[in-house]
T-cell receptor, first 116, second 111 residues
Framework: EADIYQTPRYLVIGTGKKITLECSQTMGHDKMYWYQQDPGMELHLIHYSYGVNSTEKGDLSSESTVSRIRTEHFPLTLESARPSHTSQYLC???????????????FGNGTRLTVT | QKEVEQDPGPLSVPEGAIVSLNCTYSNSAFQYFMWYRQYSRKGPELLMYTYSSGNKEDGRFTAQVDKSSKYISLFIRDSQPSDSATYLCAMNPGGSYIPTFGRGTSLIVHP
């Protein structure tokens, strides 16, 4: 199975701090995704990448940024955290055996962020 | 109107019941359909992945797609307390890398 590793699992941080959520994968997939999920609500795509040095914003307006310097890593950064950023952040990529269009996604276990 | 509609529930059933979870959609371009299961404080886990209309079975799970009605279902036979989770549907139009998700249905199977 294509594993996605997210750290930290839980983060409580004060307003105004800069934070980076880590996401790494072991299968060398080009495509990686970041979703935001509030309790009982849809998954919202905030960023995605089709390969090294390729990043795009998703459909949810987000104050976060991403980078894709290496295939394995796709970190998400909030320059100045606010209480409105409190949410669960999920990283994903296609599961093993999938790579093209119409692929399903395999998710990590997420980072639950609380901004006080 | 959202592209994918899913009743959030919760849906509460006794152990052993047959569960029916459903999603409707408005975009006729959707061709690939997925069901995910999400336990509390975990990421969604892919359960079923189907293309086109018809049924697909995997153990106690059956995914059904009716494109003419723009309606998909997930059936769980002999439900167990361990099936208690949120179930999300998702779908892709042909040629897309990005699925559209429903908001999920919370299922509670009580002993």
């Amino acid at each position: 199975e294509a594993d996605i590793y997210q750290t930290p699992r839980y983060l409580v941080i004060g307003t105004g701090k800069k934070i980076t959520l880590e996401c790494s994968q072991t299968m060398g997939h080009d495509k990686m995704y970041w979703y935001q999920q509030d309790p009982g609500m849809e998954l919202h795509l905030i960023h995605y990448s089709y390969g090294v040095n390729s990043t795009e914003k998703g459909d949810l307006s987000s104050e976060s940024t991403v980078s894709r310097i290496r295939t394995e890593h796709f970190p998400l950064t909030l320059e100045s955290a606010r209480p409105s950023h409190t949410s669960q952040y999920l990283c994903a990529n296609p599961p093993g055996g999938f790579s093209g269009r119409n692929s399903p996604l395999h998710f990590g276990n997420g980072t639950r962020l609380t901004v006080t | 109107q959202k592209e994918v509609e899913q009743d959030p529930g919760p849906l509460s059933v006794p152990e052993g019941a047959i569960v029916s979870l459903n999603c409707t959609y408005s975009n006729s371009a959707f061709q690939y359909f997925m069901w995910y299961r999400q336990y509390s404080r975990k990421g969604p886990e892919l359960l079923m992945y189907t293309y086109s209309s018809g049924n697909k079975e995997d153990g106690r799970f059956t995914a059904q797609v009716d494109k003419s009605s723009k309606y998909i279902s997930l059936f769980i036979r002999d439900s167990q307390p361990s099936d208690s989770a949120t179930y999300l549907c998702a779908m892709n139009p042909g040629g897309s890398y990005i699925p559209t998700f429903g908001r999920g249905t919370s299922l509670i199977v009580h002993p």
